[in-house]
């Protein structure tokens, strides 16, 4: 039974049998019942606002161009998102992890050596 209308009565439609064997086809792709599929195309022609005798060329490529002017803006918002991820955590990171691991060694420090003097007999002074 379908959610909501278990309810209500049934109405009987006149229709072409070649017409109802189609529409039981597409019933049974859609895995729905008579009445929900035909709610659901009603509901759709209603809600995209076009009539199934118009023809969709022209609104299919005005679709396609906000889907693709869409997908640009959000591939460009990404583009952003990552390019400020790399400028404040890799780029800082990958600089550390390189400071930490590289080889070198720290500048060696000369030492301070004690020198020692001597007092020598002969004249007195202080050698080294």
């Known amino acids: 039974m379908d959610k909501g209308y278990e309810k209500e009565e049934f109405e009987t439609l006149k229709i072409k049998r070649s017409v109802a064997i189609e ?3 597409f019933c049974k792709m859609l895995s729905k019942s008579q009445s929900m599929t035909l709610l659901l195309m009603i509901d759709f022609f209603n809600e995209n606002g076009i009539s199934p005798t118009e023809r969709l060329g022209p609104r299919m490529e005005t679709l396609e161009n906000r889907i693709s002017v ?3 803006k959000r591939m460009n918002g990404m583009i952003a998102i990552m390019k400020d991820i790399e400028k404040s ?3 800082p990171t990958v600089a550390m992890m390189q400071a930490l691991f590289e080889q070198t060694e720290p500048p060696k ?3 301070i050596v004690e020198k020692k003097y001597t007092k020598t007999n002969d004249n ?3 050698k080294k």
């Open 89 to 91: 955590q890799t780029k």
């Open 109 to 111: 420090k000369k030492l």
């Open 124 to 126: 007195e002074q202080w």
């Open 23 to 25: 529409f039981r086809k």
């Open 70 to 72: 869409l997908i640009k």
